[in-house]
């Protein structure tokens, strides 16, 4: 095994251990006596943007989202700066391309490097294959990098 699969191993096996104990149904909020729409989840049910961020992201692409994380240097590619998005797509937050990134991976070289872990199936293990929760972490997630353009 390569060097380079073998730390996208550790960063999947780090995720899913580290996050799985935080989403236990023991420790999400209770709903009495409401049956929720399936598409619908209380804003607490998934942790937030800015948090997934810092627990998943800021690892490769630094707190600031600027790609100069501990971990870049380790990498064949740097990751890109997430800051730039807009910029990079006319002035506009592209948020189906990042959905779609989050959700299936980065698919081509654009993006940054393959090292990048495909988040989709890592979201649908910890949330018990829950399809609302999924696509509620991948809008938390995509609201926080849309917060954190360049103007």
């Not at 009495?32 to 399936?38: F, I, S, V």
């Not at 997430?82 to 990042?98: C, M, N, S, W």
């Not at 293990?125 to 990098?145: D, G, M, P, S, T």
Request: proline letters at 9%.
């Amino acid at each position: 095994m390569t060097s380079k699969y073998a730390l996208v191993s550790l960063l999947f096996l780090h995720f899913v251990c580290s996050a799985a104990g935080q989403n236990s149904p023991a420790s999400r909020p209770v709903v009495a006596n409401r049956q929720l729409d399936k598409d619908q989840l209380p804003p607490t049910y998934v942790p937030s943007g800015k948090q997934m961020y810092k627990e998943y992201c800021a690892a490769c692409h630094g707190p600031d989202g600027r790609g100069r994380g501990p971990l870049a240097s380790s990498l064949t590619k740097r990751p890109p700066d997430l800051t730039t998005l807009a910029k990079r797509h006319g002035g506009q937050f592209p948020e189906e391309y990042v959905t779609a990134v989050l959700r299936f991976g980065p698919g081509f070289s654009a993006h940054g490097s393959s090292e990048m872990p495909v988040w989709g199936p890592i979201f649908q293990y910890l949330e018990n294959y829950n399809e609302a929760a999924v696509r509620q972490r991948i809008k938390n997630l995509c609201e926080f990098l849309k917060s954190i353009q360049e103007r």
